[in-house]
């Protein structure tokens, strides 16, 4: 059973409250005779899960994409990433733990991973400073990435942020200049990079990791300019709700691939990535292999290239 619910999940919380209190009844008594009354209401509650799953809105998918149990990068790293050394520190000011990243090797292939880390509880989401990085962690990733192009592999990146962190000291430290860094050796690198939006993709802070040979995203996951909350308060000053932001700003996986912001999106278990987190990171994992399959075996001026290109073609749809 999954821990937390989300609103609209409450007729399936209710349901597997009643099992698991049927459960505990058939094991205090010894009798079989509820095991057929609790199976058919595990299939009830699958089928309702599947059926609420299936016709999502922007506002529900934001709320999913957020949910506490998705898998985070430390997961996606434990699932995916053999021999995983975390490399630490930006060189010049500190180490920033809501990017995290180092060498390993991704069945076989050595890579170089990094992303966003949100934390699961109160101590390592503090530690973790909720995801939202600050100008050492984008310093960081910049060293990630010119440690790739210097020994020739491939980046993968696992992008999960409402945004980076505004604080006194991100700004005094440069955080716009440094996530402006991070997007241009992106864009500029010579080796592969493919970057996947497991959950939340905020702002510059997500786009700082972001700018993909290949960019990926989890079937319920966002990708977004700003959260609906800070388009409602900032564009309509609180007259309308982040509902109705959400839907405007075209934030789900299904928008974003129509307008080629994405390349492909990866099918979440019915549930969501948070109800089979094994399950989301073999699929991503297997998506990640089939796109760099492929990106391998190009040069690094190709690399570059079809970079651009894919880019530039971004809000070009029909120009000549």
């Known amino acids: 059973m999954v821990g937390h619910y989300l609103e609209f999940e409450r007729p399936i919380a209710d349901l597997e409250t009643k099992i698991e209190e049927l459960s505990k009844l058939s094991e205090t008594t010894g009798s ?15 089928k309702m899960r599947r059926e ?4 999502l809105d922007a506002w529900q998918k934001t709320l999913v994409a957020r949910h506490p149990e998705r898998p985070h990068f430390v997961d996606y790293a434990a699932g995916l990433i053999e021999e995983f ?15 995290m990243g180092g060498l390993g090797r991704f069945r076989g292939q050595p890579v170089v991973v990094m992303g966003n880390e949100k934390g699961r509880d109160t101590v390592t989401r503090v530690k973790h400073n ?35 962190y505004p604080g006194v000291g ?23 990079m493919v970057a996947v ?11 700082g990791i972001a700018c993909g ?31 109705e932001a959400a839907k405007a700003l075209k934030i789900t996986a299904q928008d974003l691939i129509g307008m080629k912001i994405v390349d492909r999106v990866i099918p979440e278990p019915p549930g969501g990535a948070h109800s089979d987190p094994e399950a989301t990171i073999t699929s991503v994992g297997d998506a990640v292999e089939e796109e760099l399959a492929g990106l391998i075996k190009m040069t690094a001026p190709e690399l570059k290239k079809q970079r651009a290109d894919r880019f530039y073609a971004i809000g070009r749809t029909g120009l000549q």
Do not use: C
């Not at 609420?52 to 016709?55: C, I, Q």
């Not at 319920?220 to 509902?243: C, D, K, M």
């Open 85 to 99: 050394v975390e490399l630490r520190g930006d060189r010049k000011f500190a180490d920033d733990q809501s990017i």
């Open 130 to 164: 909720f995801g939202a990085g600050r100008p050492e962690g984008y310093r960081k990733a910049v060293r990630l990435m010119e440690m790739a192009e210097r020994f020739h592999l491939p980046v993968i990146s696992f992008v999960d942020t409402a945004a980076a």
């Open 170 to 192: 991100s700004e005094e430290r440069g955080v716009a200049e440094a996530i402006a860094r991070a997007t241009e050796k992106s864009l500029m690198l010579g080796v592969p």
């Open 32 to 46: 079989g005779a509820l095991e057929t009354e609790i199976e058919a209401l595990r299939k009830r509650a699958q």
């Open 197 to 207: 939006v497991t959950g939340e993709g905020g702002s510059g802070g997500a786009l």
């Open 52 to 55: 609420a799953y299936s016709k």
């Open 213 to 243: 040979n290949r960019v990926l995203m989890l079937e319920h996951a966002i990708y977004t300019v700003i959260p609906p909350e800070g388009a409602n308060s900032i564009l309509w000053r609180g007259a309308r709700t982040a509902e």
